[in-house]
């Protein structure tokens, strides 16, 4: 069969290129995916302390570009399409994308996932005047500003402690009146004395010309408005939404198993409830979505890929 892939990697992100990386090294004819621009959430990290050997001018792109120049290395194709519809009916899978279909004997899907937006009016105009959704990309800019971050989680009482090291004043707005974070993240936040919490409330319109400027907030008890303006002296604040995360699944409805939040659940060996479809990193169902975890979900789906490509299709 012309143009028949042994793997097909959908994303290229880091458990796309790790995925990639293991896949060629094995000597598959390997293809990665990529809709639009490699390295997926972690290229619009300026820090990435956390990753393990990562101590020298680790950022997300320069992290990203040595994972691509590695999957490379090894043989790894590389295309940019968007997917739009995928047949896993066959032994054979067929991904079809804006520009072109692909066919393949297994399929490893590491779309991740994205933040979720608060959906208000005047927050897409705003995202990067103002608005933001990574503290450690963009903290810096709120020095000695006022900032408000949306959402009772982990990531919103995390990120928020993380910006009281820049911002003049962190509110924490949260839509009920008790948090949602870990307890001992929570200790911790009400220690700290640049915190201070908006019970009750979300957010129903951001605005600005050409800069954030105003916050419209609703009580969501007394159905109360209120608005927020920018200091005068400030011109702005800033706002970052950490309300959970969309993970990019909605090509695969109704052709593999999701779960509720539409994340995809998989054993320890990546394997999907389809045979020959893989998944890896933060489209998994998963307690920890970290780059460590992606990379290593993808080597793990990878080296199952190929094993599951020795047991089922003869040379
Ligand atoms: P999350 O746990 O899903 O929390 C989302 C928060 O946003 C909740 O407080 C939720 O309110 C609020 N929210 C959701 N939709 C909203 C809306 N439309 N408007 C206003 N508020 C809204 O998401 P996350 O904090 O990003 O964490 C995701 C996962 O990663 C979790 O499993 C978390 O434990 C994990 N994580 C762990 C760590 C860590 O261990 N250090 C750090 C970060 C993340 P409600 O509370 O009312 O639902």
New binding site residues.
Partial sequence: MQNLYDVIIIGAGPAGLAAGLYASRAKMKTLILEKNKVGGQIVTTNEVANYPGSVHEATGPTLIARMVEQAEEFGAERKKDTIVDVDFTEKIKVVKGEKEEYKAKAVIIATGAT??P??CPGEKELTGKGVSYCATCDADFFTELEVFV?????????EAMYLTKFARKVTIV???D?????KS?QEKAFKNEKLNFMWDT??EELKGDGILETIVFKNKKTGEINEYHADEEDGTFGVF?????IPFSEVFKGKIELDQGGYIPTDADMKTNVEGVFAAGDIRVK???QVVTATADGAIAAVTAEKYIENNFEE
């Fill in positions: 933040p979720r608060i959906g949306i959402g009772g989680g982990d990531s919103a009482v995390e949260h839509r009920r008790e948090l949602r974070a870990a993240i979300v957010v939404p950490f309300i959970g995360f307690s920890l979505r």
